[in-house]
C-alpha cells in the first residue's frame, strides 16, 4: 500500500504541475499532466487503468503538446504576422505571467506580437490584424493543452481511486 501512496501522491503533483505548465511556456503542461498514468498502470496493473487509454491518452499528449507549437504559427501566417510577431508574443507571455499574473500571460502574447510586429516587421501593412492572429492561435493552442491536461487529470484521479480504495 505504500507503493501506491507514493505514486498517487506523485501524479497528483505531475498533475498539478501539467495544468500550470498549459499556460507557461516553458513547462510541457500536457506530457507532465499524462506522466501518472503510465505510473498507475504499473503500479495498479490493467484494473485500474487500461493499457489502451493510456495509449491514446499518450498521443493525445503529444499531439497537445506539438499544437502549441502549431497552432500560433499557424494562426499567424493565416493573418499575415511574421516570425516577429510570433517571438515577440512568446517574449510577451513570459513578461506578462511573471508581472501580471495570470491575465498578463494574454495581454503578454498580445502586446508581444503587435510589437513585434511594428518594430521587426514594418512592411506588415496590419501588425495589430496579425498580432491578434498569434493571440488566437496562442489561446487554442493554450485550450487544447489545458483540455487534454484535464482529462489526463480525470483519468489519473478515477485510476487512484480504484487503485487505493479498490
Keep these: 500500500m505504500a507503493v501506491e501512496i507514493i505514486a498517487v501522491l506523485i501524479g497528483i503533483a505531475?498533475?498539478?504541475?501539467?495544468i500550470v505548465g498549459c499556460v507557461l511556456p516553458i513547462v510541457p503542461g500536457p506530457i507532465l499532466a499524462f506522466a501518472p498514468l503510465p505510473l498507475v498502470l504499473l503500479v495498479g496493473g490493467g484494473e485500474v487503468i487500461s493499457p489502451v487509454l493510456v495509449g491514446v491518452m499518450a498521443a493525445a499528449a503529444l499531439g497537445a503538446t506539438l499544437s502549441d507549437q502549431v497552432l500560433p504559427i499557424a494562426a499567424s501566417r493565416k493573418a499575415g504576422a511574421g516570425r516577429p510577431g510570433v517571438i515577440g508574443s512568446?517574449?510577451?507571455?513570459?513578461v506578462g505571467i511573471v508581472f501580471f499574473p495570470p491575465l498578463g500571460l494574454i495581454a503578454g502574447a498580445f502586446l508581444g506580437a503587435l510589437a513585434g510586429e511594428l518594430v521587426f516587421h514594418r512592411e506588415n501593412e496590419h501588425p495589430l490584424r496579425a498580432a491578434l492572429g498569434v493571440l488566437r492561435g496562442t489561446l487554442l493552442a493554450a485550450l487544447v493543452?489545458?483540455?487534454?491536461?484535464?482529462?489526463?487529470?480525470?483519468?489519473?484521479?478515477?485510476a487512484a481511486l480504484r487503485m487505493l480504495w479498490g
Design 145 to 158: 493543452k489545458l483540455t487534454v491536461s484535464g482529462v489526463s487529470g480525470f483519468f489519473f484521479a478515477r
Design 90 to 94: 512568446i517574449l510577451g507571455m513570459l
Design 14 to 18: 505531475a498533475v498539478a504541475v501539467g
